[in-house]
């Protein structure tokens, strides 16, 4: 199972649109659960509610602008490679004040999809995409150029 665990409900009518889709689209290769935690301005009350639902059995990845950095067919392959020994990937997504210190030691590694900063919702998207993405590379299926 991929869980992607975030803070904020998505407002935006595209967005949600976007991450339905996506969503449809994963739960055809793999089974995807999106668990929405409320948006606080306390981090310290985010990272009880992370810590209260995270895992610490799954790999759990940390969403995190200092994290690494893959292309897309990298991704795919790393994706495959944790699978090979953990039937769960928990992504975390933080708050707009990041991830306390507590619930990145608590993951195994983080990952950074870019430099810039991206809404919530958008990158939400964006991660779902990139998911479908892996999916479709790693199954040899025409989506990836």
């Not at 199972?1 to 339905?20: A, P, R, T």
């Not at 889709?21 to 009880?48: A, C, P």
């Not at 991704?75 to 944790?82: Q, S, Y």
């Not at 195994?108 to 479908?132: A, C, D, N, V």
């Amino acid at each position: 199972m991929i869980k992607v665990i975030c803070i904020g409900k998505i407002k935006e009518e595209y967005l949600k649109d976007l991450i339905i889709d996506y969503t449809k689209r994963i739960n055809k290769y793999h089974k995807l659960e999106i668990i929405e935690l409320k948006d606080n301005e306390d981090i310290k009350k985010e990272r009880d509610e992370i810590l209260n639902i995270i895992n610490p059995n799954d790999y759990n990845i940390a969403l995190c602008i200092d994290g690494k950095t893959y292309n897309s067919v990298d991704f795919a392959k790393h994706i495959a490679n944790i699978f090979i020994t953990n039937s769960n990937i928990t992504f975390i997504i933080g708050g707009s004040n990041g991830l306390s210190d507590e619930v990145i030691t608590l993951c195994k590694e983080k990952i950074s999809f870019s430099t810039l900063t991206f809404p919530h919702g958008l990158f939400r998207g964006i991660l779902l995409e990139q998911l479908y993405r892996t999916f479709k590379i790693n199954n040899n299926e025409r989506y990836h150029k």
